[in-house]
């Protein structure tokens, strides 16, 4: 090695090669790993084109300043005698065994032939530069590598950061437990009705008085003793009808009704052109349930 070669500056470049790489990753591939630990939101890269420059700074600019780093770090173990050559070559290898993982599967990312390039050009410069000897010894020669085994869990934790996020992990939905609910037996039936608007109503106040009457009305034909509407007193059966419209002035609603024990929704399509009709058959479905039970949860 030679002797001019400050070490010191050896690590001061490390950590500005590593810097660069993060800033270039940040500017232009914002989307990995580490970012998002750091709580970093930015997304957006500041080139969108396809010129050999950008695909140069998006693809391999990062990963030539970071394998710089590596370099650079076994450099100033070397001129410390903290490595052997087997170290340095086992140092050395990593970014080729990360991308070999990334062919496997077994690391995050993608494999890409050119990162292999580049790697290889780096280092091969490098080498030049530090004379870095990495000539394989005897084995039995090798002793503790305890500070390789280190910088190499410290690189393997930048290729696992700088991965994109682009992979998710499948997890299989909790099946909703099946209820089965029996009917209301008892009369009358006490009755708090709800009424709102996905959307903006001109009327809202208006619409819900009008609303409610007519829909209590509808309840009432279908069953005629069976229902009473619930002024002053704890109701049985708490009903929540949420009116939705498309752009053809077409109706429909989501209806959620609650009893003490249970509740469940059930949604009326979109096609309705009188509100009056649309309530009618809400209140025929809500009788079918009180009067023969409902179940959810259990397809």
């Known amino acids: ?3 001019y070669y400050n070490s010191s500056y050896l690590l001061v470049s490390a950590m500005v090669a590593l810097l660069l790489g993060a800033v270039n990753y940040f500017l232009f591939t914002p989307q990995i790993v580490l970012f998002h630990w750091l709580g970093i939101s930015h997304t957006q890269s500041f080139l969108t084109d396809h010129s050999p420059t950008a695909i140069f ?3 391999y ?3 030539a300043a970071w394998c ?3 370099c650079l770090v076994v450099s100033y ?5 903290y490595l052997t050559t087997p170290d340095k070559f086992l140092l050395l290898s990593l970014p080729f065994v990360s991308e070999a993982g990334q062919y496997f599967s077994i690391v995050p990312g993608t494999f890409d032939w050119f990162d292999m390039l580049t790697y290889l050009i780096v280092i091969t410069i490098c080498n030049s530069i530090f004379s870095l000897n990495l000539i394989p010894v005897n084995m039995k020669k090798i002793k503790s590598h305890f500070v390789a085994t280190s910088v190499a869990i410290v690189f393997l934790f930048m290729v696992f950061a700088s991965a994109t996020q682009h992979r998710t992990v499948y997890r299989a939905p909790q099946k909703e437990p099946c209820v089965r609910h029996d009917a209301l037996s008892y009369s009358p039936v006490l009755v708090q009705i709800n009424i709102d608007g996905s959307y903006t109503m ?6 819900q008085r009008s609303g ?3 829909f209590m009305d509808a309840l009432t034909a279908t069953n005629t003793y069976k229902y009473k509407l619930a002024q002053g007193i704890t109701p049985n059966l708490n009903i929540y009808i949420t009116i939705n419209t498309d752009s053809y002035q077409h109706y429909g609603a989501r209806v959620k ?3 003490f024990d249970d509740n469940t929704w059930f949604d009326m399509p979109s096609n309705y052109v009188e509100p009056g009709r649309l309530f009618e058959d809400i209140a025929a479905k809500i009788n079918s349930f009180v009067v023969g039970g409902w179940n959810h949860g259990c397809n």
């Open 68 to 70: 710089t780093a590596l």
């Open 212 to 214: 409610q009457v007519y």
């Open 257 to 259: 009704f609650y009893v």
């Open 202 to 207: 001109k009327d809202l106040s208006g619409a």
């Open 77 to 81: 173990l070397s001129i410390h005698k």
């Open 1 to 3: 090695m030679r002797s």
């Open 57 to 59: 700074l998006k693809e």
């Open 61 to 63: 600019f990062s990963d």
